[in-house]
């Protein structure tokens, strides 16, 4: 090998990678179960060295300084591969050459995938075997379109082919010292509210040491790698925890409620003894994390009895990462609590002890690409992050209220609150999952409810659901609109596994403001009396 690949960056990432490597070179880093593939500290440092190689040699001369590095100039490099070990090999070479990688979704069209190659200007890009006539197409069709930022390369993602049995000879050269604020990784936000937007972190994004990183520690993971990656489904979920050994799992919110739902179907019927499995195995985890949302107070309490604690819930954002959690100190009863900040991360209130969340943490993003005017407007005069929640503190604990523009809206002339009716929608006994989202119908954004109920019940309409909610919600929270799902029915997601609510709200309310309304969904007009003087469900299969 050349003397510069045996040689990695000058900063706390590499230092504690070769740390774990010098230490353990034979330690199982990570195991691959949709490959079947599991890597120690050594195979993995010769497949990231391996990977590195192949990138420098390709590389086109104007994307490398006079070291041999990436030029900051043009720092990032795309991968498009499924987040399993080969992403996680190509996003460290890429790092190791002082580049930044960027991810580009396998489920992307031509036409998405050429604009966020063309907005990160990448020379290059990275891809794993199953993604290689993706990779193809993607540069053809982006030369056809003759701008000024040219795909130069695709580079395939291959392993050192040789089973590393030796510590190589590798060490951190001092003077390959990177900027800690230049860029570490490009994001892209979800575009659930808008055309997505190109979010820069920072390599320092990648510095802290993970307390999961001990010896003998597992974490499940069902997105990008970390640990362990399996098949993201509840069954797969229950039968890996039934191995004893994973120690952390994290998740969205919805995939605790699927969990729920799949144990009350399939765990719950089985002869004790084999329940009881299922049950120990949940508890043997030492901690069990959600991020990236709320989830409803019924899963919450199913979990707080099965694993005699409450998940923890971590706060964060793709422009911030998780900047602050729960603990053992944060009130249990406080459904929207998302506890206190890592070491660290700074958090103001607008108005003191309430008002908007601003951040400042050295591991949030620095800028939007290209976007001058969205960046500016992210920060204060302080350089702290407009997060654009709500909420309030209470001693050194923080409470989300909700989000300013897409959690809280105005439904003629009241604030509602769509997580606050989603939680009580959920909590009705034959409803097993429902997602409020906002939808604009008569002239007016409308509280609209997407429900699948336990058991087909013919007898369960708007009428019933508002009925039911009544005194559990204030008159101008009740849903308005309802439609209820198909047995074949599932809601859309995102790349990063969160739901989609933008397209719930497009797919299953497809309206106009004035109509006409679908057959499929009910609708409750206020402004028309039924014969007992209160408002009444309306349908397009109505007549005057």
Not at 194 to 207: A, C, D, L, Q
Not at 332 to 339: H, L, M, T
Not at 431 to 456: G, H, K, N, W
Request: include cysteine; proline fraction near 7%; glycine fraction near 6%.
């Amino acid at each position: 090998m050349a003397p510069f690949i045996r040689k990695l960056p000058n900063e706390p990432l590499f230092r504690h990678l070769l740390n774990a490597l010098r230490n353990t070179p034979s330690n199982v880093l990570l195991r691959d179960y949709t490959t079947g593939l599991t890597a120690t500290c050594s195979q993995f440092l010769m497949d990231m060295l391996h990977m590195r190689e192949q990138i420098i040699k390709q590389l086109p001369p104007s994307m490398l300084d006079s070291e041999g590095r990436i030029a900051s100039t043009r720092p990032y490099i795309r991968i498009l591969a499924p987040r399993h070990y080969d992403f996680l090999v190509a996003a460290f070479a890429i790092l190791s050459c002082g580049g930044a990688w960027a991810s580009l979704a396998t489920t992307l069209s031509k036409d998405e995938a050429s604009y966020i190659v063309g907005l990160s200007n990448a020379a290059c890009l990275l891809f794993s075997p199953e993604s290689h006539l993706q990779a193809l197409k993607i540069q053809q069709h982006h030369a056809k379109k003759k701008t000024d930022h040219e795909l130069e390369s695709i580079i395939p993602i291959t392993r050192h082919g040789i089973k590393a049995c030796l510590v190589p000879e590798i060490q951190i050269e001092p003077s390959m010292s990177m900027d800690p604020r230049g860029p570490g990784a490009l994001l892209f936000s979800s575009g659930s509210t808008g055309s997505p937007k190109g979010i820069v972190r920072p390599r320092s994004m990648f510095y802290a040491n993970p307390d999961i990183s001990q010896i003998g520690q597992v974490m499940l993971a069902l997105g990008p790698p970390i640990s362990e990656v399996i098949e993201d489904s509840a069954h797969s979920i229950w039968e890996r925890l039934l191995g004893k050994d994973v120690n952390h799992f994290t998740s969205h919110p919805h995939r605790y409620a699927e969990l729920m739902m799949y144990f009350k179907e399939h765990i719950k019927p089985l002869p004790s003894e084999q329940r009881e499995r299922y049950i120990k195995g949940a508890q043997r985890v030492q901690s069990m994390n959600f991020t990236g949302d709320f989830t409803w107070p019924t899963v919450m309490i199913f979990w707080r009895e099965m694993l005699g604690r409450p998940l923890v819930n971590e706060y964060g954002s793709s422009e911030m990462g998780s900047i602050m959690t729960t603990t053992d100190e944060s009130d249990p009863s406080a459904e929207r609590c998302i506890g206190k900040p890592w070491s660290g991360v700074h958090i103001k209130l607008s108005e003191g002890d309430h008002g908007d969340i601003l951040v400042k943490s050295p591991m949030m993003f620095t800028h939007y690409l290209g976007n001058e005017a969205a960046t500016l407007a992210a920060f204060d005069e302080d350089g702290f992050f407009r997060t654009g929640d709500v909420g309030y503190r209470v001693g050194d604990q923080y409470v989300l209220e909700g989000r300013a523009s897409t959690d809280v809206f105005r439904h003629e002339s009241y604030w509602v609150d769509l997580k606050e009716i989603e939680a009580r929608v959920n909590a009705l006994p034959y409803i097993s999952e429902a997602y409020v989202v906002a939808a604009d119908f008569s002239c007016l954004r409308q509280i609209a409810v997407l429900a699948r109920l336990t058991i087909p019940n013919p007898a369960v309409d708007l009428s019933r659901l508002r009925v039911d909610l009544q005194g559990k919600l204030h008159e101008h929270n009740l849903p308005t609109l309802l439609r209820i799902f198909q047995d074949h029915e599932k809601v859309p997601e995102l790349a990063n596994g969160k739901l989609n609510r933008k397209s719930i709200a497009q797919r299953f309310f497809p309206l106009s403001v004035d109509g006409p309304l679908p057959s499929n969904i009910e609708f409750w007009d206020e402004k028309v009396p039924n014969v007992n003087g209160q408002s009444r469900t309306w349908s397009t299969n109505d007549t005057e």
